[in-house]
């Protein structure tokens, strides 16, 4: 048999938590109050002001105020969600289109120009297809983003932005996140990717390169087809120009409520991914 000290475990090196523990307890907490072990629902939209409110900020989005700012809930969501992906932070929205179209608000100007996977999902097309450049005077590339030198050959000296979808709805087309992001920053461009089919289970799309990741939460974040957000996860600089110029004053907050659901669902996301390629059909 070994040695005690041969069994011993080793200190010396920093504790991993597995992503399933993270799915658990990231953004959970015990409830000060009444000392339970899961985070309650805060169905508040505002929240009580100290004595002398002369300090505080009415547009911050880390300070408990107004929920259109940020809820009690969304703060707790959007811990979880940024622990899982790997980001320094995450903004979570009413739907997973509120969270591309903060995308395309907070990064695209008049004239900027955007390149994107020219399989997505519909509200993405119709964002970028027709009304941003009806509007707005945005240019758009629809290229297959699977194909580098197609992507390669669709910069312009104007693009600001680069989204993909990966896997794409409803073709399953795989994007190389690694390669494309290279493209991307040559240019000073930002990469999104759209990793809704896959989760933060079977990509990351940060630790590759990319610089913001969207979810649409509704899907299998959540998993149980009761509540609806949406995601967007990654730098602490990027998000919270999003957070400032497409929540709090677009106003596309996620209510308390699908925030708690979509909260719960997400400690089970590891084992339904897990479960997911299964068929009766084998």
């Known amino acids: 048999m070994p040695s005690p000290a041969a069994s011993a475990p080793d200190h010396s090196k920093p504790f991993e938590t597995s992503f399933a523990t993270k799915a658990v307890h990231a953004g959970n907490g015990v409830d000060a109050e009444t000392g339970a072990i899961r985070r309650p629902i805060v169905m508040a939209n505002s929240y009580a002001l100290p004595e002398d409110p002369s300090s505080i900020s009415w547009s911050s989005t880390d300070t408990l105020l107004y929920t259109r700012n940020s809820g009690a809930n969304q703060l707790y969501l959007q811990e979880k969600l940024a622990t899982l992906e790997g980001g320094e932070q995450a903004v979570v929205l009413a739907s997973g289109v509120a969270a591309l179209h903060a995308v395309f608000f907070t990064f695209l100007r008049t004239g900027a120009h955007v390149i994107c996977s020219d399989v997505t999902y519909i509200a993405v097309y119709r ?6 450049p009806e509007k707005f005077g945005v240019e758009v590339s629809l290229v ?8 390669r050959a669709a910069v312009r000296p104007n693009t600001v932005l680069v989204h993909v979808e990966t896997p794409a709805n409803p073709t399953m087309r795989v994007t190389d996140v690694a390669a494309v992001a290279a493209i991307a920053h040559e240019v000073g461009a930002i990469l999104s990717v759209d990793s809704t089919l896959a989760s933060p289970v079977h990509l990351r ?16 974040i959540n998993g149980h087809a009761d509540a609806m957000g ?3 996860i990654g730098a602490a600089e990027l998000v919270e120009r999003i957070k400032t110029e497409a929540m709090v004053n677009v106003g596309g907050a996620i209510s308390p409520f699908n925030a708690w659901l979509i909260q719960r669902g997400s400690v089970m996301l590891p084992l339904r991914m897990l479960a997911f390629p299964e068929s009766d059909d084998g």
Do not use: I
């Open 127 to 132: 964002l970028l297809h027709q009304y941003l």
């Open 144 to 151: 297959d983003t699977s194909d580098l030198d197609a992507v």
């Open 205 to 220: 799309p940060l630790e590759l390169g990319a610089d913001l990741v969207v979810h649409s939460l509704t899907k299998y």
């Open 230 to 232: 949406g995601a967007v």
